[in-house]
C-alpha cells in the first residue's frame, strides 16, 4: 500500500542520470522548502522495476553538495598557482571573457590551437550531447579528445569496420540467451557498460534460473564472477589470443555456422588463415586457461541455440584492444550468434534514426587527420588522449594547444600519466571549464561555467537507447525549480557557440533545428519524406531548447509518429505523459539493412586490424620471457565518475583506493594487509594501502580508478577526505592500443615493495 504523502510533499518520476543503466526513480520533494525528502525506487519502471544501486541516493547529497558551483568563477592568479584565488562573476562577462580569450587564441594560432576534452557525464546530459557538438563545431577546431579513448575506443572501431556505424554496438540479449560469456566486465559493480540493463543482477539471476551459463573472464574474481557457473582466471592483456584460440577451435572443429549471416559476409576465409597461428595449446601460456577449458568453452558456444560472447572495458582498455573487441565479434559471428534472439543485436533507439542504415554508406571515419607529435589516428572526429599533453608541450610552436576546453571531464585523474597532464595545462595561454566541481583538472581553468545539477534541469537517455538490451522511451523532467540566474548546459553551450560565431544564441538555435530539420523531414531517404520543414516546425512549436530538439528526434525515429496526429507513434507529449517509461518490446534483427559499410556487406576482415594480427603474433613470442607484477583496475558499485568522491552519501565506509595484493605475492613481497606499499612504474610512483585478496590471479596487483583527490586548488572537500591515490599516476601515455591510440590501463608493469 502506498504511503500517504504530506500535503506539501510531491513524488517525481524520472531516470538515474549516474550510471548506464538509468534506473528509475522516485524523487519525493517537499515543496514547501524545496528540498529533496528521499528518492526510492520506481517500482511501476517498466525498465528496472524498483530496483536502484546505492549511487542514486547520492542525487540528493550531489543537489545539495555546498562545493557545487553555482555560478561563474574567474581564477585570480596564474594557473597552477596553489594560492591563487577565485571569484565569482556575472554570466554576460564570463560569457565575454571567454568568447573574446577563445577568439583571440584562434585569430592567432589558428582553429587548431584550441583543444576539447568531453568528459563521461556528458553522455548522460542531453543538453550537453545536442549543444556541445554545436559548440565544437563553432569553434572549427579537429582537435578533439574524449573520454572514449580511455574507455571504449576499440568497440566503436569494431563496429565502424565491420557494420559501418562507430555507435552501432553490438548488444547481448541478455533476456533470451542461455548462455553468455563474459571477458572484462563486472556489472554487479557497474551495472552494464555498452549494455544499458537495469537490474543487471536481476537479469543474470533469471538467465541462471532457466537453466542458462555464465562464464566470466576476469584475472580476479569478480563481484560477477562470485556468482558465475564459472570464472577462468585469464593473465591480464591476453583475451585476444583467448578469443583467437575459439575462433581457431570453430573452424578447425566445422563448427562455424553463420546462418543468414554468410550471403552479405566479407572475409570469413581471411579471419581462418589468422586464426590457425592460434591454436588453444599455443597460446595457453600466455592466457593461462587450459588448451581443454577453452576448447570446451568453443563447442559450448556453438552448441547452446541462444548464446553470445560479451567483451567490455577490460577488453579495450589494454595492449590488443581493438582485436580483442573484434575477436568478441568474430566469435559472435563465426557461432551463428549475431543479429538473433538470445545473440548479439542491435536496438533500434526511440530517439535514432528511423531508416535503415542509419548512416550514409562509406568508410569507416579513420586517419583523416593525426597528431602532430606521434601521428597518431582521428577516429570518428576524434583524437586518442593519451596524445593531449604532448600535444600542448612537445608539437612545434605553430601547431601546439594554446587554449583548453573541457566540459564534464576531469582527465587529470582520469587519463595515461595524469602528472604529465597536469603539467602541460600550466602552460596554456587559456582555459575554460564547463563544470560543477573545481576539480583537479578544473583549477588550471580561468573560467568554469557551472551548469544547472541533475535534478534542476530536464533529461533523456539518448545515447543508451543506442545500446539498449529492450527498446524503452522515458522522459526525464525537472525536479526541483532551476535557481535565479542559473544556466542549463544547453544555454551555456549555446551562448559559447554563438559568441565563437560572432551571432546570438538565438541564431545558434534556428541554425541548429534547421540542419536537423533537413536530415528528418522532407525529401526521399529522409524519416519523413511527405512532411514538410513548415509542417513540421508549426508541430514542434517555438519554445527553444532540449525538449524541442527532443520531440523532432522522438517523431522522426523509428517509433515515432511521423508528425500524423492520427498516429499512436511517440512525441514528445506521449512520452512526457508515461511517467514511468515506456516499455517498446525487444530487439528484433536488422541486417543486412543496418550495415553501412562501403561494401554493404559486414566485412569480417578489416586491413586495419589484419595487420595489427603481427603485433600480436609477436607479442605472443615475448611474453615467454617476461615475469614481474602487472596493475589492473576495478570499479566500486557506490562509484563511478571522480565527482562521485565528493558525495558523503557514497564516499562514507571502508577505505576502498587500496592494492589488491594475492597473499602469496604479498608473503614473497614482504606485504602485510593494512600495511603501505610502494608502486612504480616507467612513469611515475605512488604508495597506498595493501588489502589481501586470494580471488586475484597471482602476479596481477589492481588499483580502483578515479581517486587521488586533494590537490591544491581544487574544491572538493569530502574527496579530499577520502582522497586516494591517482592510479593514472603509473599508466604510461605512450603505452596504447595501436589501432584506436586507446590508453591501456591493464596490464601495466610495476614494482611493487613496502613503504
Known amino acids: 500500500m502506498a504511503r500517504a504523502l504530506p500535503e506539501s510533499h510531491e513524488v517525481v518520476h524520472r531516470s538515474c542520470p549516474l550510471c548506464e543503466a538509468h534506473c528509475g526513480v522516485s524523487v519525493e520533494v517537499d515543496r514547501t522548502s524545496q528540498t529533496v525528502v528521499t528518492i526510492r525506487g520506481d517500482e511501476a519502471d517498466p ?5 536502484l544501486c546505492p549511487k542514486a541516493y547520492g542525487l540528493k547529497g550531489l543537489h545539495e553538495d555546498p562545493d557545487r558551483l553555482r555560478g561563474p568563477q574567474r581564477r585570480v592568479g596564474p594557473r597552477g598557482d596553489p594560492d591563487a584565488t577565485w571569484e565569482e562573476i556575472g554570466w554576460d562577462e564570463a560569457f565575454d571573457l571567454v568568447g573574446e580569450q577563445l577568439r583571440a587564441v584562434r585569430e592567432a594560432h589558428g582553429p587548431n590551437s584550441i583543444a576539447t576534452y568531453i568528459g563521461n557525464p556528458t553522455a548522460h546530459d542531453l543538453g550537453s550531447l545536442v549543444y556541445g557538438q554545436v559548440f565544437q563545431r563553432a569553434l572549427g577546431t579537429k582537435w578533439r579528445f574524449s573520454a572514449s579513448s580511455v574507455d571504449q575506443l576499440p568497440k566503436m572501431m569494431s563496429s565502424a569496420f565491420l557494420y559501418g556505424n562507430p555507435l552501432g554496438f553490438p548488444v547481448p540479449d541478455i533476456d533470451r540467451t542461455d548462455f553468455l560469456l563474459m571477458l572484462g566486465a563486472n556489472p554487479l559493480v557497474s551495472n552494464g557498460s555498452l549494455c544499458t540493463a537495469p ?10 534460473g532457466r537453466g542458462g551459463r555464465l562464464v566470466v573472464v576476469d584475472p580476479r574474481r569478480t563481484e560477477t564472477a562470485a556468482i558465475a557457473d564459472e570464472h577462468l582466471a585469464i593473465r591480464p592483456g591476453s583475451d585476444a589470443y583467448f578469443l583467437f584460440a575459439l575462433a581457431n577451435v570453430l573452424f578447425e572443429e566445422g563448427l562455424v555456422s553463420l546462418g543468414p549471416l554468410k550471403a552479405f559476409t566479407n572475409g ?4 581462418q588463415t589468422l586464426a590457425k597461428d592460434f591454436p588453444p595449446e599455443a597460446v595457453e601460456a600466455a592466457t593461462g586457461i587450459k588448451a581443454a577449458t577453452t576448447r570446451r568453452i568453443a563447442r559450448e558456444l556453438a552448441a547452446t541455440e541462444r548464446a553470445v560472447c560479451y567483451g567490455r572495458i577490460g ?12 575477436l568478441v565479434d568474430v566469435v559472435n559471428v563465426l557461432s551463428g550468434n549475431v543479429d538473433r534472439p538470445g545473440g548479439a543485436m542491435w536496438p533500434r533507439a526511440a530517439s535514432g534514426p528511423g531508416v535503415d542504415p542509419p548512416r550514409a554508406p562509406g568508410p569507416a571515419p579513420y586517419g583523416r587527420w593525426h597528431t602532430h607529435v606521434r601521428g597518431l589516428p582521428e577516429f570518428n572526429g576524434e583524437l586518442p588522449v593519451a596524445a593531449l599533453a604532448e600535444e600542448i608541450d612537445e608539437a612545434p610552436e605553430a601547431e601546439r594547444v594554446h587554449a583548453m576546453v573541457t566540459m564534464a571531464g576531469n582527465p587529470v585523474l582520469s587519463t595515461p600519466n595524469g602528472a604529465r597532464l597536469a603539467k602541460a595545462f600550466e602552460s596554456l595561454d587559456f582555459m575554460v571549464s564547463v563544470d560543477i566541481y573545481r576539480n583537479e583538472t578544473t ?17 533523456y537517455e539518448m545515447v543508451f537507447d543506442l545500446m539498449s538490451v529492450r527498446h524503452w ?7 526541483m525549480p532551476k535557481p535565479d540566474d542559473a544556466r542549463d548546459a544547453s544555454e551555456i553551450l549555446s551562448e559559447l557557440a554563438g559568441r565563437m560565431a560572432g551571432v546570438g544564441a538565438e541564431v545558434v538555435e534556428q541554425v541548429m533545428l534547421s540542419s536537423l530539420l533537413a536530415e528528418a523531414v522532407g525529401r526521399p531517404g529522409t524519416p519523413c519524406p511527405d512532411v514538410t520543414e513548415a509542417e513540421a516546425r508549426e508541430k514542434l512549436g517555438d519554445m527553444p531548447g532540449t525538449d524541442r530538439v527532443l520531440d523532432l528526434l522522438l517523431r522522426a525515429g523509428p517509433h515515432g509518429d511521423r508528425f500524423a496526429d492520427a498516429s499512436d507513434g511517440l512525441s514528445l507529449e506521449r512520452v512526457r505523459a508515461a511517467e514511468h517509461g515506456l516499455d517498446l518490446g525487444p530487439m528484433e534483427p536488422r541486417l543486412p539493412a543496418m550495415l553501412a559499410t562501403e561494401s554493404g556487406r559486414l566485412e569480417l576482415a578489416p586491413p586495419v586490424f589484419v595487420e595489427d594480427v603481427e603485433r600480436l603474433r609477436s607479442d605472443l613470442a615475448a611474453r615467454s620471457g617476461r615475469d614481474g607484477l602487472v596493475l589492473i583496475g576495478r570499479r566500486n558499485l557506490r562509484s563511478n565518475n571522480s565527482w562521485m568522491h565528493n558525495v558523503e552519501a557514497l564516499a562514507k565506509g571502508p577505505e576502498r583506493c587500496t592494492l589488491l595484493v594475492h597473499p602469496e605475492d604479498a608473503a614473497r613481497l614482504g606485504l602485510v594487509d593494512g600495511a603501505t606499499a610502494r608502486v612504480r612504474s616507467r612513469v611515475g610512483e605512488l604508495t597506498a594501502p595493501v588489502a589481501l585478496d586470494a580471488g586475484l590471479l597471482q602476479g596481477v596487483v589492481s588499483l580502483p580508478h578515479g581517486y587521488g583527490h586533494g590537490a591544491p586548488g581544487a574544491q572538493l572537500g569530502v574527496a579530499a577526505r577520502h582522497a586516494g591515490v591517482n592510479t593514472n599516476l603509473l599508466t604510461d601515455e605512450r603505452d596504447i592500443d595501436v589501432p584506436s591510440g586507446n590508453g591501456v590501463f591493464s596490464g601495466i608493469p610495476v614494482e611493487v615493495a613496502p613503504a
Open 268 to 271: 570469413v576465409e581471411e579471419v
Open 473 to 479: 522511451s522515458k522522459y526525464s523532467p525537472r525536479v
Open 47 to 51: 525498465r528496472s522495476g524498483g530496483y
Open 199 to 208: 537490474d543487471f543482477p536481476g537479469r543474470l539471476a533469471k538467465l541462471r
Open 315 to 326: 577488453t579495450c582498455t589494454q595492449a590488443f584492444g581493438t582485436l580483442s573487441s573484434w
Open 443 to 459: 583549477r588550471f581553468a580561468d573560467v568554469i561555467l557551472p551548469p544547472t545539477g541533475q535534478l534542476e534541469h530536464s533529461n
